[in-house]
């Protein structure tokens, strides 16, 4: 039986869990594959480091040289995170003529297509399955499965952590007790920058809406917008509606145009992305010939990852062993991506206004000479004492430049006391 030989940088979360799946089914996956995966190395910053014993340990070494210098080793997985040494290491181990297989999304967003050049030079393979929902399989889906369509929209939960949180708020926690919950579960980082801010999901979508649309989207072009500012009185109104509010990516080719960006979302609650809750991810593609396509499953941990990640390993494998080789596919047009401003949507508005006569209509004429229609109005709650009044509109679509023009006239009104939420609303 032949013996392909790899070479894994990494083994923290995902590194020990392929690592540990290797260990427990290599010998199912060899009678299946017809080839025998054997691991060279182990590249870790630390070799004192308390490890699993799921993996022989003995693997382990801090010089990188020994995996991307063994002109043994096929293949290269990546998994040690982060934009550096990463980049670099998965360059160097094309060019050598290794096959790689990587998780790291921000290396993918940034520098994915010069990547897949040079692995197209060098006639190897660059596979990112684990880059986008973890265990969900979605690259290969839009790669392969949906070569046929031509698709129009794709809306994405794809942070766990931060659906996680709105998950906790739609129970009724404030912002920082459910930040506090998924860092105490695991599911947030020390410094959740990343997922809070959306930084991670924008990676995420880049990568998606590339694919989807076979057009060159780099993360910087995709506007986002974070969980931070959001309070809990906002789920509760919008359960009131008939909405949930969730971290929304959102990619959709209007014309010869792309709207890529990530905000919070008042979403019906009868959306197919409505009932994922907690770490769960899901991706909602709309194809002309396939309709709607749901894909939902676990975007994170060990497992989940290991799984997408071996599954890419075993492509390269048949591949090498079959001489199967997938096309490498680039974007093959340049579709301009559309300025946040000029993006259209429904909007739910909170606002603290003071509790006397004609408050309401001024604001009505200022969201009016933006030419914004208001759909509903509904005052939630007064303060008697303080004289001041809560009321939550719901607008018909209007340009998010119009909507950010006139909230700042808003703001200087002399009736008003605070625009307490502006969140887009989608269907
Ligand atoms: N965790 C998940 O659920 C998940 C899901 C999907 C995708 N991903 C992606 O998978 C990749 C790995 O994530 P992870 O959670 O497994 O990260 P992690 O737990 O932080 O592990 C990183 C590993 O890489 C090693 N490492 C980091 N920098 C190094 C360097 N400069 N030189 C040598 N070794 C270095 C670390 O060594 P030490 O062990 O010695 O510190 C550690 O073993 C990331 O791109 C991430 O975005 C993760």
């Given at each position: 039986m032949r013996t392909v030989s790899i070479g894994v940088l990494g083994a923290g979360t995902v590194g020990a869990g392929v690592l540990s799946v290797l260990q427990r089914k290599g010998d199912r996956i060899s009678r299946s594959l017809g080839a025998t995966i054997q691991i060279r190395g182990v590249l870790v910053r630390n070799l004192t480091k308390s490890r699993s014993d799921d993996f022989d340990n003995g693997l382990l070494t801090t010089d990188v040289e020994r995996i991307l210098g063994d002109a043994s080793i096929d293949v290269v997985v990546e998994l040690l995170g982060g934009e550096e040494p990463a980049r670099t290491y998965i360059e160097r181990a094309l060019r050598a003529g290794k096959h790689v297989v990587t998780a790291n999304k921000e290396v993918i967003a940034k520098h994915g297509y010069e990547l897949l050049r040079i692995a197209a030079d060098r006639g190897v393979n660059l596979f990112f399955e684990a880059s986008v929902g973890g265990g969900i399989p979605v690259i290969r889906v839009l790669r392969r499965?949906?070569?046929v369509n031509d698709i129009s929209q794709i809306q994405a939960i794809i942070n766990g952590t931060t659906n996680f949180i709105l998950s906790e708020m739609e129970a009724g926690r404030d912002y920082a007790g459910a930040l506090k919950q998924a860092q105490a579960l695991g599911y947030?980082?020390?410094?959740p920058k990343n997922d809070v801010e959306a930084i991670d999901a924008a990676y995420k979508l880049a990568i998606l809406s590339t694919l989807a649309f076979r057009t060159d989207v780099r993360p910087d072009r995709i506007h986002r917008v974070g969980i931070t500012a959001l309070d809990e009185k906002d789920f509760r109104y919008a359960r009131e509606m008939g909405y949930v509010v969730k971290l929304v990516a959102t990619a959709r080719q209007i014309g010869d145009t792309i709207e890529a960006n990530v905000h919070p979302t008042l979403l019906p609650a009868e959306h197919h992305l409505a009932s994922v809750k907690g770490v769960f991810n899901a991706v909602l593609v709309d194809g002309d010939e396939v309709d709607k396509l749901v894909l939902y499953g676990r975007g994170a941990g060990a497992q989940p990852t290991s799984s997408a990640v071996l599954a890419d390993v075993c492509a390269i494998v048949q591949d090498i062993v079959y001489g199967v080789a997938e096309p490498i596919q680039f974007p093959e047009r340049q579709l301009e991506i559309r300025d946040f401003g000029d993006t259209e949507a429904r909007f739910y508005l909170r606002l603290l206004v003071a509790d006397e006569p004609g408050v309401l209509a001024q604001i009505a004429r200022v969201l009016g000479d933006g030419g914004i229609s208001i759909a509903s109005c509904i005052q939630k709650e007064a303060d008697a004492d303080a004289r001041v009044a809560e009321i939550v509109i719901m607008t018909h679509a209007a340009r998010q430049s119009a909507m950010t023009d006139a909230l700042s006239v808003i703001a200087h009104l002399?009736?008003?006391?605070?625009?307490?939420a502006s969140i887009r609303v989608d269907r």
């Open positions: 499965d949906l070569v947030a980082e020390a410094d002399s009736c008003t006391r605070q625009i307490s």
